[in-house]
């Protein structure tokens, strides 16, 4: 049991506390701003005072509670000895007892209204007295209420304003509970809307989801991070949904999608909306390939390869990748993914007068096998997330498997340069199995509601090299791959594509009949055939005019060819001078220089002139086109021109391709600055074949050795 203090301790206490708090008073009376700054100012003088009354009321209040004294009751007091002393002293200490009452009694008014305060805080008024001593109680005491508490009577919060502050605190509560009320709402919404199934223009797309969550710092699940679903990997994250899910269909994520879409957008006023059928074999189509995007091609995106040595062989996206190694192959291919086309470029696709887009895309942006040394899956995202920007600008999709497992042709833009290991060679029937694997994934995703005013056309495989392939298994092949798309789901209204192989299109007269809106695919160009390319200026342009409009008719005939052709690949561009166009490190056929180690006889027009000053070159078609001549732009022009029109006798065509780094003969938007192809696809040509005469370029002064 602690000592009890006596009585003169007590008078003394008392009397300090109360001359402080009259001489406090006083400095309020005539300086009320000097005493306001004295309670948020520390280093004032007026801060001493302060502290000087907290530690004489602790230091009563504690004597008052020992004696068991109640603050709040009148000032009298139990009978207590008091030693003697003269008559002086008695007659001052009575006359002090009765101020000290007087102000007990003022002083019980001013806290009345504290009582309440004080007793809910009665086990925090007595403090420890280092802290009183050193001058930290007040400092304690405000970091136990709220910042910026205005100072109030006694050194106290006003009670008043706890309430207020009591108010302000539920209210605060109520808003934010709130707040999270909502979120769950939307999360729950999300995660509804993605597992509805609707056939609107206009709704949401069927998932397997069993998740979807909130996208904030920190919220990808554990099991995701690091994944291709952690976002917070992408090197792009632009118009993609950031909402976490695992949903899939058909095995591919459908992670980034929005779950509404609109259907109301058109190309240009020449053509029907999304929601409204294309009426293809009777309305032309009009198109562009994004080439060189998705599924990787040196002679389109030279940068990527140029900073190798011949020595290293990275010639195509295989030894890129494996050059390059996991994580940085990742790195910049995506890079590559997210900066070589972006909805600017759709913007511009749209602007050109186009109303379609063949979309090439390798296996690769669905699965791996084995040893491949591709990014996997990585494309995907891309893929859908161009696919909604097509949809922005009312353009539809021919969407086009570039790439096959085992490599359908050997060629650098299958992704594996050299020997075809598809339907060949010792694993050629288990890369066609995957291939067959391969489409039902894709088209169980491609049949949602979604995407079926987008995605119209869907194509089996890229220029299979089917001259160098034994033709049954490729036939047998091609009739699996067309009932898989169309036991998928698939409207039954799209149009499978199939390429013409190389066997010439007369050849495929009578080839799988039977099969509703299969199209037969063949890609025309001059530059890859030494025939055509030899023709001099004025006989190409009459080829373009005669020779191909002859095979699309051809073609277009049942009774004489396959009955529905298009052309999907061709290019303005009369020589194959374009560096890496006929694979990295190689030259040309227009030059003799195709094989480096071997020269052969050019195969440009008049090739006795390659030992005098006109012999064949190259400089003239890979010059800047700034440098072209008159009479070589308006060629240039006028053969693009003659092809779209033998074209059109069919369902069509799709340019090669929208853009490149640099050769301006291989890029539409390149061709339309140099003033070498039409601005607008739709207006009307300054050529037309058959209503007037084709010029004489070499009288022009246009060599044709250049």
């Known amino acids: 049991m602690a000592p009890r203090t006596d009585r003169s301790a007590a008078a003394r206490a008392s009397e300090e506390y109360y001359r402080s708090k009259r001489h406090r008073r006083r400095r309020q009376d005539h300086s009320p701003s000097r005493n306001a700054r004295s309670y948020n100012d520390p280093t004032t003088s007026e801060s001493t005072t302060t502290t000087l009354s907290a530690l004489a009321l602790a230091k009563l209040d504690a004597i008052n509670e020992k004696q068991g004294w109640d603050e709040y009751e009148p000032v009298s007091q139990p009978k207590r000895a008091v030693r003697k002393q003269g008559t002086d002293y008695e007659a001052e200490r009575r006359d002090r007892d009765r101020r000290a009452a007087r102000r007990e009694q003022r002083r019980r008014k001013e806290t009345e209204d504290h009582n309440h305060y004080r007793e809910s805080r009665k086990s925090r008024r007595v403090v420890s007295g280092p802290l009183l001593e050193d001058g930290e109680y007040e400092a304690q005491y405000h970091r136990s209420t709220r910042k910026n508490d205005p100072p109030l009577p006694g050194g106290y919060p006003d009670y008043e304003d706890e309430k207020a502050r009591k108010r302000k605190r539920r209210k605060w509560i109520w808003i934010i509970s709130g707040i999270l009320l909502v979120i769950i709402i939307v999360s729950i919404g999300v995660g509804v809307a993605l597992k509805k199934n609707t056939t609107s223009g206009s709704g949401s797309t069927t998932t397997s989801a069993s998740n979807t969550y909130i996208a904030s710092p920190g919220s990808i699940p554990i099991e995701a991070q690091g994944t291709i679903l952690d976002f917070s990997t992408w090197y792009d994250t632009t118009d993609f949904n950031l909402t976490f899910t695992n949903a899939t269909v058909g095995g591919l994520s459908i992670i980034g999608l929005n779950s509404t879409w609109d259907d109301n957008k058109q190309a240009n006023i020449n053509v029907p909306a999304l929601k409204d059928k294309w009426e293809y074999g009777t309305r032309v189509i009009r198109g562009i390939n994004l080439g060189g995007w998705l599924s990787i091609e040196p002679f389109i995106t030279p940068s990527l390869f140029n900073q190798y040595s011949t020595s290293q062989g990275v010639v195509d996206e295989w030894t890129l990748c494996q050059t390059l190694g996991t994580a940085k192959a990742k790195a910049t291919i995506e890079k590559h993914y997210a900066t070589f086309v972006n909805e600017q470029t759709f913007a511009d696709i749209q602007a050109a007068g186009f109303d379609h887009i063949r979309l090439p895309y390798p296996y690769w942006a669905v699965t791996t096998y084995d040893s491949d040394p591709y990014v996997p899956q990585v494309a995907w995202r891309y893929l859908l997330r161009g696919l909604e920007y097509a949809r922005k600008y009312g353009l539809r999709i021919n969407l086009d498997l570039h790439a096959l497992p085992g490599s359908q042709n050997g060629w650098n833009h299958s992704g594996h340069l050299g020997q075809i290991g598809w339907l060949n060679g010792t694993d050629g029937a288990l890369n066609a199995q995957r291939s067959l694997d391969i489409h039902k994934q894709l088209t169980t995703f491609f049949a949602q509601p979604r995407y079926a005013n987008l995605v119209t056309m869907y194509g089996l495989a890229n220029e299979p090299r089917m001259v160098d392939l034994h033709l049954p298994p490729v036939i047998a092949w091609t009739t699996s791959a067309i009932a898989v798309v169309r036991s998928s789901g698939m409207s039954n209204d799209t149009i499978i594509v199939i390429g013409d192989g190389f066997l010439g299109l007369r050849n495929w007269q009578g080839v799988l009949s039977g099969h509703e809106n299969v199209l037969l695919d063949a890609h025309q160009y001059v530059v890859f055939n030494n025939d055509q390319l030899s023709l001099a200026h004025t006989p190409k342009i009459e080829f373009a005019c005669q020779g191909w409009a002859q095979q699309t008719n051809q073609s277009m005939n049942p009774g004489t060819g396959f009955g529905n052709f298009l052309c999907g690949e061709w290019s303005q561009s009369d020589t194959d001078c374009q560096p890496w166009l006929n694979n990295v490190g190689t030259g040309a056929r227009w030059d003799g220089t195709l094989n480096p180690s071997s020269p052969s006889v050019p195969v440009c027009p008049n090739p006795a002139t390659k030992s005098s000053s006109t012999r064949c070159d190259c400089t003239l078609a890979n ?35 929208w853009q490149t780094e640099t050769g301006t003969q291989w890029s539409w938007k390149k061709g339309v600055a140099a003033g070498i192809l039409p601005s607008n696809v739709q207006a009307q040509r300054e050529f037309v074949c058959g209503t007037m005469p084709v010029p004489d370029f070499g009288a022009m002064g246009l060599g044709e050795a250049y």
């Open 623 to 657: 010059a800047d086109p700034g440098k072209y001549s008159t009479a070589y732009k308006q060629w240039l022009k006028m053969f693009a021109e003659a092809q779209m029109q033998s074209y059109e006798l069919g369902w069509g065509w799709f340019y090669w391709t």
